[in-house]
C-alpha cells in the first residue's frame, strides 16, 4: 500500500468575476457587494490552505486546498444577518477555492468542475494528519474545499460523488 506525501503549496487565487457570476448565477454585481467582496478575499487569503499529494509508489496524486473555519465562521454571521448577502459569500468561498484549484490545474477553467477521487486508506490518513476528517458521502469537514486528482484525470466519469451529482454528464437523468 502506498502512503502519500503531503506538501503544502502556495496558492494565491485571484478573484475571478466572470467565474463568481457563474458559480452564483448573478449577472449584475454591485460596487458595493464588490467592495465587500475585497476585504473578505484579502482576509481570507490568509486563510486558504493547499496541498499537494503524491504516492510514494508514483500512481496517486492529488491537490487538495481549502478554506479553514475562519471562512466558514464569516459566512455563517453574514448569512445569520442577512441570508441573501450570505449566499454571495457563500458563493464568493466557492469561487476562492475553485479559481484556486484553477491555477494548480489548468483543466479545471475548462471543465468546471473538479471530480472527486475515490478516497483510499492512503488519502484518508493524509487527510487525517492534516486534522481533517473524510466523511462516508465524500464531503470532508471543511465546507469550502476542493480535492481532485492532480494532474487532471478526467471528469464525471472517474468522480466518487457521479451517482449524486445533478451536474454528472455520465449518468441518465430522469426527467
Not at 471543465?111 to 488519502?123: D, H, S, T
Not at 473524510?134 to 469537514?141: H, L
Not at 474545499?145 to 466518487?160: M, Q, R, W
Request: proline fraction near 4%; charge should be negative.
Amino acid at each position: 500500500m502506498s502512503e502519500l506525501i503531503v506538501d503544502k503549496i502556495k496558492s494565491d487565487p485571484e478573484f475571478d468575476i466572470w467565474y463568481y457570476s457563474e458559480v452564483s448565477g448573478e449577472k449584475r454585481i454591485s460596487q458595493k457587494l464588490l467592495d465587500q467582496f475585497e476585504v473578505y478575499w484579502d482576509k481570507w487569503s490568509k486563510h486558504i490552505n493547499s496541498y499537494s499529494m503524491k504516492g510514494t509508489s508514483g500512481n496517486e496524486s492529488y491537490l487538495l486546498i481549502y478554506l479553514d473555519q475562519e471562512a466558514e465562521k464569516d459566512v455563517d454571521e453574514i448569512w445569520a444577518d442577512d441570508p441573501s448577502l450570505g449566499l454571495s459569500f457563500h458563493n464568493l468561498a466557492i469561487t476562492m477555492v475553485m479559481t484556486a484549484a484553477q491555477g494548480q490545474i489548468k483543466e479545471l477553467t475548462q471543465n468546471k468542475c473538479a471530480p472527486l477521487p475515490a478516497p483510499g486508506m492512503a488519502v484518508q490518513e493524509a487527510f487525517d494528519t492534516l486534522g481533517l476528517v473524510w466523511k462516508e458521502d465524500g464531503t470532508i469537514n471543511r465546507r469550502f474545499a476542493v480535492f481532485t486528482n492532480s494532474p487532471y484525470t478526467g471528469g464525471c466519469e472517474i468522480c466518487f460523488l457521479e451517482e449524486n451529482c445533478p451536474k454528472s454528464q455520465t449518468k441518465k437523468h430522469l426527467i
